[in-house]
């Protein structure tokens, strides 16, 4: 009896370490068939072709390994070095994985080529990454499709991949090809006779619509930037310093699991937020300052984008209700126009609101009621996009976006509101996605109105 007892405690230590292990070597957040699902639809699309994807590699310093967005969103991978090949002639994809090596012992284990690979990733086989060279000899003649944009890590965007790939191409002590292009030219060199293609516009038109399991890390990012955004405006006051507010959010982003940052945090007091993308977070808060904190973090691959104002004291002078109070509401007037379908149509609706808005407002100040105006007039012309599209990167693929919003579309909108020869600059920034009847609004619950805002920065 002893004996049974003892044997089915061991049995259920293994299952719990096994479960454990699983979780540490494989995502739990997005299912295999999901990713299976993905590489079918590559598949799909490249024919008799074969897409190759190189994983990203090993860091040299201490920081925590993150995946290449592409080779995560076909894979849910995140082993160094790995490398991703999906045929689409033979309809099955191939995961090359690293052997096991003596890192693991110190920093935990990770997967290798064996079973438990596959069974953990659904991906058809497994191979020894060593045996990659010989694979890519059989692709000889073939048409191979290959990810030619440097790849993205941490908080990495396409548009700052773009303009650093720029400025190494222009910088005569530097000209560095990318990883990915290096990895084009061995790969194409080895399978003599292949034709290369791009492969990222296959991979970016995916992930412009997002599954319900996407949407849900959406929906917990923004959660979690909220929570941030929140603990900072209670830390607020004259004489604190922007990056002690950043500290705060930080501090919220790491207790709620988040992997990093989506971007560097915009904190910036008074005439600095005039910068839209000021992060020296070195000035001190002054009475009378409206404080711009743009702030979000990295979720299990996934960024949003929140961005909310609030006075340094905690309650809004009379020239601020003014100008936060015309903003809101021209700004909501956008909000509520959302919809699924042409960009255009949900534009000129919110354009004939903020007519109406601006037909009742009463203004004090006429450099405030000039900039309403001003902001009101940029959307009598002809629109079709509300904002930056987000996702596995905090300003998100959007390849050859037409201006049609489909279900599961994820963005953020982002007017400003500005008085340039003051260095006024009133901005929000809430993240939505497209529904099939209207939007979600994922940061409707963090605190917008002026009530709202001096009632949390009480407490």
Do not use: C
Not at 238 to 267: C, R, T
């Amino acid at each position: 009896m002893k004996r049974l007892l003892f044997a089915s405690v061991v049995a259920a230590m293994v299952v719990t370490s096994v479960v454990r292990a699983d979780k540490k070597l494989f995502t739990d957040s997005i299912t295999p068939a999901e990713f299976a699902a993905r590489r079918a639809k590559v598949m799909a699309a490249i024919g008799d072709g074969v897409a190759v994807i190189s994983g990203a590699t090993e860091t040299s310093t201490y920081t925590k390994f993150r995946q290449g967005a592409q080779f995560y969103y076909l894979s849910g991978v995140e082993v160094p070095r790995a490398i991703l090949v999906i045929d689409g002639r033979a309809k099955s994809s191939t995961l090359f994985l690293p052997a096991h090596s003596a890192l693991e012992k110190g920093e935990g284990p990770l997967l290798g080529p064996d079973d438990e690979a596959k069974k953990l990733t659904g991906i058809d086989q497994i191979a020894d990454r060593a045996t990659f060279d010989a694979a890519v000899k059989a692709m000889s003649g073939r048409t191979l499709y290959m990810p030619l944009r440097e790849e993205s890590l941490g908080a990495g965007t396409t548009d700052r991949i773009k303009s650093h790939e720029t400025a190494t191409k222009a910088d005569p002590w530097d000209l560095r090809p990318t990883k990915e292009i290096v990895f084009k030219d061995k790969v194409a060199a080895a399978a003599g006779g292949a034709t290369v293609k791009d492969l990222d516009p296959i991979v970016d038109t995916l992930r412009m619509i997002k599954s319900p399991a996407e949407i849900a890390l959406l929906r917990e990012g923004t959660r979690i930037a909220g929570l941030g955004i929140e603990r900072a405006m209670k830390a607020a006051r004259p004489g604190v310093h922007e990056y002690e507010l950043e500290a705060e959010a930080d501090y919220m982003f790491k207790k709620n699991n988040a992997q990093g940052i989506a971007y560097f945090a915009l904190v910036a007091t008074g005439t600095n937020s005039f910068w839209s993308h000021y992060h020296q977070a070195q000035d001190t808060l002054k009475a009378g300052d409206l404080v711009l904190m743009d702030y979000a973090p990295d979720y299990k691959y996934y960024n949003t984008d929140v961005t909310r104002m609030f006075p340094a004291t905690g309650t809004f002078t009379v020239r601020q209700r003014e100008m936060y109070g015309i903003y809101l509401a021209l700004y909501k007037a956008i909000l509520s126009s959302i919809r699924p379908g042409p960009g255009t149509e949900g534009l000129a609706d919110a354009y004939k609101k903020m007519q109406a808005i601006m037909s009742t407002f009463t203004f004090a100040d006429a450099a405030v009621k000039a900039a309403a105006e001003r902001f009101v007039a940029g959307y009598a012309r002809p629109r079709n996009s509300y904002g930056h599209m987000i996702g596995m990167e905090v300003h998100d693929v959007s390849i050859n976006f037409d201006g049609n919003y489909k279900p599961g579309m994820a963005f953020t909108i982002e007017p400003a509101f500005t008085i340039p020869d003051e260095r006024v600059y009133i901005r929000l920034e809430d993240p939505v996605v497209i529904t099939a009847t209207g939007f979600e609004h994922l940061s409707k619950s963090l605190a917008m109105e002026i009530a709202d805002i001096e009632r949390l920065m009480k407490r």
